[in-house]
């Protein structure tokens, strides 16, 4: 089946101690993103990858990091959480000159 | 700065009517434009898109009509149907970038 998954589904954590959300897409896409939904402010866009070894930011990337290893796998990093951080968090991949972004089924995080 | 507005958080639409959802945008660049439908605990999944060469794109019950001299954009459905009942979010692109803006949501409501 043709998914996007994320890990873990739900997470608590206090400020500062480092976690990674891992992403990753069956579907042999070339882009993933990462999102975060709060709100009144909808869905804002992190970082992206156009491919392997290339990433860029997006709209709120401060506080956050990426790496694309491998055209599968797009883990979001936070170095040192904080409450602002706590938010709804999804991947989403498509292939390239398409359209139609797939979303994960996100990740709550919660920084105390 | 909010590049793309959905002004109604909410919406109510009896059965079997038309429910039409707005979304305002600023960016002159912007010349793709995606609606997705999100159901609590889901990811976002694709509805509908129009490309600015275009003023309207249907699929089945799902049309999406693009006003580009008041950038403006709606979705219209008909008929509505409860199952309808979900977040929309409109998002917005700029060729060339593989940045996307989504809006705020309108939470669609359908009422049997």
């Known amino acids: 089946e043709a998914q996007v998954t994320q890990n873990p589904r739900y997470l608590i954590t206090v400020t500062g101690k480092k976690l990674t959300v891992t992403c990753s897409q069956n579907?042999?896409?070339?882009?993933m993103s990462w999102y975060r939904q709060d709100p009144g402010l909808g869905l804002r866009q992190i970082y992206y990858s156009m491919n392997v070894e290339v990433t860029d930011k997006g709209d709120v990337p401060e506080g956050y990091k990426v790496s694309r290893k491998e055209k599968r796998n797009f883990p979001l990093i936070l170095e040192s959480p904080s409450p602002n951080q706590t938010s709804l968090y999804f991947c989403?991949?498509?292939?390239?000159?398409?359209?139609?972004?797939?979303f994960g089924p996100g990740t709550r995080l919660t920084v105390l | 700065d909010q590049q793309v507005k959905q002004n109604s958080p909410s919406l109510s639409v009896q059965e079997g009517r038309i429910s039409i959802l707005n979304c305002d945008y600023t960016n002159s660049m912007f010349d793709y434009f995606l609606w997705y439908k999100k159901y609590p605990a889901e990811g976002p999944t694709f509805l509908i898109s129009i490309s600015s060469i275009k003023d309207k794109n249907e699929d089945g019950r799902f049309t999406v009509f693009l006003n580009k001299s008041a950038k403006h954009l709606s979705l219209h459905i008909v008929p509505s149907q409860p199952g309808d009942s979900a977040v929309y979010f409109c998002?917005?692109?700029?060729?060339?970038?593989?940045?996307?803006?989504f809006g705020t949501g309108t939470r669609l409501k359908v009422l049997a």
């Open positions: 998002a917005a692109s700029a060729s060339g970038t593989y940045k996307y803006i």
């Open positions: 989403a991949s498509k292939r390239d000159f398409t359209d139609t972004q797939y």
């Open positions: 579907m042999n896409h070339e882009y």
